[in-house]
Every structure is written in C-alpha cells, then in structure tokens.
C-alpha cells in the first residue's frame, strides 16, 4: 500500500545489526549452556511454563499474516529465554541487577548525549518523513519517542527502588533517577 509521502507499508523486520547481535549472544549463550549442561537442563525443565510461551509464538507462524516476520521474532524470544538462562545459571541475582541498573544508566547517559550532541538523531527531525506529528520529541537512543520514554520511565523507577532498598551508592541512584525523570 502506498502511504502519503511515498512510504510503503510493509512488515518492519528492524535492523539487521540488531539481528545479528542478538543471534551472536544466543549462540554464545547456548554454547555456555551446552558446556555446563546438566545445571542449565535443570533450569529448563524447572522453567516449562516458559517454554509453553515460546512454543505457542512460534506455532502462531502458521496463522500469521506475515510468517517468516512471525518466526524471526518467535525465534528471538527463544533466543531471549536461552540467554535468560544462561545467566541465572551462571550469575547471582544481585549481579544481574547490577548489570540492568548498569545498562539503565548507560542508556540514560548515552540518550542524553545523543539528544544534546547529536540531535539529528536524539530528536525527531522533519527529515523523517514517517511520524511527522512528533517532530521535536526526544528519543534518545530509541527508534521511537515512545520506547524512550517506556525505557527511560523504568530506568527511574528501577533506581527509585534502589535508592530506597540499598543504603550504599544512595547519592548515585538518586542522581540517576532524577536524571531518569527529567528526560521523561
């Protein structure tokens, strides 16, 4: 179909660096898994409900308007669940939470940077076409306005709790949480 300003509909497929990275830890992660197998099968059956979620995503390729979209993104959340875990199998959920809140605060800093250094592509421009009616809003690292401000609104929320339940590193949580509301 043929959009107003020459676009196209057609399925997104998202971008293929994006792909590649998550098809390159899925293999590393099932590579690590299959290396320590025993803990990481226990972990899988213990986990069988999920495996009913991601195998129902992949059979929905059958009924799908688009089904090789269908089976690439059911395909990633098994990719997901694998590297899921790989890390509870191999990490302590105090060091997982410490690399999401790391991640957050990187994505908070490194959002910031692009909307102030590089607004072509932190803020949405009018030379995207696409979505004109938000030309001006802030998306950071996101794609879209709305995934910047999802993220960045669970980024608050993650170092709110954190400045409340650990009495150490108080004054960073805190600035990133405020750093996390203003760029909401």
Request: aromatic share 8%.
């Amino acid at each position: 179909l043929e959009q107003p300003g020459g676009l196209e509909e057609t399925g997104e497929s998202g971008s293929a660096a994006i792909r590649n990275l998550g098809i390159m830890i899925g293999v590393i992660a099932l590579a690590r898994l299959a290396a320590n197998w025993r803990p990481a099968m226990q972990m899988v059956i213990r986990l069988w409900p999920v495996w009913i979620c991601v195998g129902v995503a992949l059979v929905s390729a059958l009924w799908s308007g688009d089904a090789s979209l269908a089976l690439r993104r059911s395909s990633a959340l098994g990719i997901t669940t694998l590297f899921a875990i790989f890390l509870v199998t191999h990490l302590e959920t105090r060091q997982i939470v410490n690399c999401v809140l790391a991640a957050l605060l990187l994505y908070l800093v490194g959002s910031l940077l692009m909307i102030l250094l590089v607004p072509s592509i932190g803020i949405h421009t009018a030379t995207d076409t696409r979505f004109y009616e938000h030309i001006g809003a802030w998306r950071g690292l996101s794609a879209f306005k709305n995934d910047f401000g999802r993220i960045t609104a669970l980024a608050g929320v993650a170092f709110v709790v954190v400045t409340v339940t650990r009495p150490g590193n108080r004054g960073m949580y805190i600035v990133a949480a405020l750093l996390a509301a203003g760029l909401v």
